[in-house]
C-alpha cells in the first residue's frame, strides 16, 4: 500500500520539478478507490485493471501552472484492444475530431526508458504458432515444435499509454475509415512440455482436459511485422519504415533526423529511435486446455511440407475454436464475446496432438472456463449443432460468423471444424462425397482444358468410375481424385488407385482444400 500512494513523493514535493511533480500532481488528484482499483490492489475480476489511455494534450494557456500538462481527452481501452486501435500510427476520433497516435506516453510513467528497460524476449515461429517468452529461445537455431528455421525474434515492450502529437493541426473527422498500424495477435498460449497429469480424457484419449489460471500473450507486431521504434528521449514512436509504411517521421534516407516532441508545443527532439520491437501485453486469466489427438489415417497438419499443406488443419482448428466459443455462450447463457480461444503446437508431439484453449476475456477471469470444463459434453453437443446445421459452403452469420471474428471469416470453414469434431467424439474417417469429389475437380477440369488437355470425367476403366480423367498429347491417360484434406490419402484404401496400378496408368490424388482455394498449386502438382 506504501508502495501504491506517493507518501514519500508527497513529502518531497517541494523538491521536484519538471515531469516529476506533474506525476505526482496527477496521483494526488486521483481518488483512493480509482488509485487502488488502477494500481490493481482490488480484486482484478471485480474491476479492469489492465487499460491504459489516449492522452490529447491541450495547448498551453496563459495561467497554467509550469509543471502541471493538462488534457482535452484521455479515453481508455482494455490494453488487447489498445494494442490495434491505439498503436503508433493509428487514427481514432474523439469528440468529431480525428487524431493520430504518435508517442508511448503514460503521466504515471515519467521517462520512457522505464518502459524500454522492460523490455521482454519474444520468439515466435509463423509456421505452426509456437511463442516463447523465455531468453534461451532467442538463441534457437530453429522451431523445437515444426523444425521451421524462419522464427521471430524481437523484445517487445508493454506500453503503459499513448498520445497524440501536440504540434500537428487537428483536422475534423469526415467519416473516413480509421486507420491501423499492424493489428494486436490472437491471445497466445507460451508453448511448454504437456501437462503430465489432465482433469480427465473423452473418446479414448483423443481429447484431453485441464482447468485452471495461466499466462497468456498477445502482440502487435506493426506494419509488415516490422515492429516500432522508440525515440528514448521524447517518447516518439511510429511503424519501421518499408511497405505499408512509407512516410518515417524520424528518418530520412535511412538517416536519423530531428523531430518535433510529440509532448511539447514547438520543441525539437534529438533523440536517435531505438528499436523495433514489438507492443504486446502478457495477462492472466482462467484457461481450458485441451489436448486435441487424431488417429491415422486422420490428420491435422498444422505446418507445411513438401508433402502436406498445413493450411487445411489450421482453418480446421481455426473454426473449431470459433464454434466452441460460440457453443459455450449459447449452451451456459454466457455473453457472447466473454470468451475467445485459440491453438498451438505441442512440444514433443509426433504431429497427432495439438492444443485448442479456451479463456475468460475478463482479466483474472471469471470463471467461464470453469464452466465450461464441467459442461464439456453438452457444449459439445452445441458445437456439433452449431457446425452440422447449416447450409452455407464454408461460414456465414448463421453458424460460426459474428462480428468480433470479422478478421477470421476467411479462414472459417465449418465443414472442415466438423469433421474433425466428429472424428475426436466418434472416431469417424472424413470422406467426400460423390458430388463433393465432382464439384472439387470441376475448376481443375476447366483450367486443364483452358491449356489445351482433353480431360473426361467420371469415365469407367476396369470396372471403376474414376472423377477425372486427364489425356497427355502422347495419348497416356492420368487419372485424378478429390480426397478430404484431414485424411493421409496413402493410408486409406482407394479403388481408384488400385485400378491405376494395376492398369500401370499414372495417378494422382489431390485435398479439395487446395483444389478450392490453391488452383495453381493443384495443377502443378500432376507433373504434367
Partial sequence: MQQTLPVEDYAQREELEGVEREVLERRLEEGLLATLIGRAIFPRYAFPTDVVGFWVSRLKRRGDPAYKRIFDYDPQRDLQIALSEYAPGASLTIDKWRFSSAALFSPYVPDVNLILDRAKSYTACNACGYVSLQEAAVDAASCPCCANTELSRKDFIIPQGFASDINEKREADKGQAPDFAGRASRAQLEVQEPPEVWDFELYDGRLAVIAGPRNLVTVNKGVGDRGFIVCPNCGRSEAVFGTGYPNSIMFKGGVPRQHFNPLEQGVMCDGRAIGPYFFGHTFLTDVMLLRVRVEEPVVCAITTTAERSGRPGQVALTSFVEALCLAASNTLQIEEGELSGNWCPVMGSDGRDVHVFL???????????????????????????????????????????????????????RKLAYSLLRHLRGGAIPELSIQESKTSLAPLADLLRLQGFQTQQEQVRDNVTVPLIISRPSGEEVWVQAHHPLVNELAIESPFREAAEAAFVEFCSLDSFMLRHDLPNAFGKLHI
Wanted: net charge negative; aromatic share 10%; hydrophobic share 25%.
Fill in 359 to 413: 479463456y475468460d476475456l475478463l482479466p483474472g477471469g471469471a470463471g467461464y472456463t470453469k464452466m465450461v470444463r464441467e459442461n464439456l459434453e453438452s457444449v459439445l453437443d452445441e458445437t456439433e449443432r452449431l457446425l452440422s446445421g447449416c447450409t452455407c459452403e464454408s461460414s456465414c452469420y448463421s453458424c460460426i460468423r459474428h462480428y468480433s471474428n470479422n478478421f477470421l471469416h476467411s479462414s472459417l470453414d
